[in-house]
């Protein structure tokens, strides 16, 4: 995040209410970019985040796969839809018992317009089974697609990164309908796209 303070960067994180750190959460954001993942663990590392992750970047990323593989992530395969749901089962249940948090992106994967995709809701399903007592917290990303809008030579400079954190949602039971209050609470504070 720092290093791209060298090309304007801001960042402008609103949180709706405090998220509790006594309970497990499941955090729910768009996709944009891969600058989407920095201030998500920066600004809830409180809450020890652990996240649903393609299994292509546990390796080959300095850092970032290293964290992946030991960090208790999730890396899934794709095209291996029973390993993947397992992966994410196993998240879950892992963060009902340490009070942990997880972070899912439903759209499957990153909108690089800004537009938001239609969720795909299974990965999300399987950790609200996994972990009962978890929050779900919507958030909603804008202006990330901006700095890759070029690819990743060069970043565009003077975006105005937003993260908007809205107040939690809590698991009644009705997974379906949790899903698509997430999904409509997400979208709506989605203001910036390509046109």
Same mark, same amino acid.
């Given at each position: 995040?720092? +290093? ?25 954001? *768009?996709?944009? +970019? ?13 809450? $020890? ?5 393609k299994k292509e970047l546990g390796k080959g ?5 290293? *964290?992946?593989? $030991? +960090? ?124």
């Open positions: 995040m720092r +290093s791209t303070h060298l090309l304007g960067t801001r960042y402008t994180f609103r949180m709706a209410t405090e998220i509790p750190t006594d309970v497990p959460v499941i955090f729910v954001a *768009n996709h944009q +970019s891969m600058n989407d993942i920095p201030p998500l663990i920066w600004f809830f590392r409180k809450n $020890h985040p652990k996240f649903v992750s990323i300095p850092s970032v796969s290293y *964290n992946l593989r $030991h +960090s208790g992530a999730a890396l899934i395969d794709r095209k291996n839809p029973k390993q993947a749901l397992g992966e994410i089962a196993k998240l879950g249940r892992y963060i009902e018992a340490h009070n942990r948090s997880a972070v899912i992106f439903p759209e499957g994967t990153r909108s690089k317009t800004g537009h938001p995709r239609k969720f795909q809701p299974m990965g999300l399903k399987i950790l609200l089974k996994n972990a009962p007592s978890a929050v779900i917290v919507p958030i909603s990303i804008n202006n990330s697609w901006k700095l890759l809008q070029y690819g990743k030579f060069p970043y565009t400079a003077g975006i105005h990164f937003t993260i908007d954190v809205h107040a939690p949602v809590k698991n009644k039971g009705n997974v379906a309908a949790i899903i698509d209050e997430v999904e409509a609470t997400i979208t709506a504070g989605i203001t910036s796209f390509k046109i």
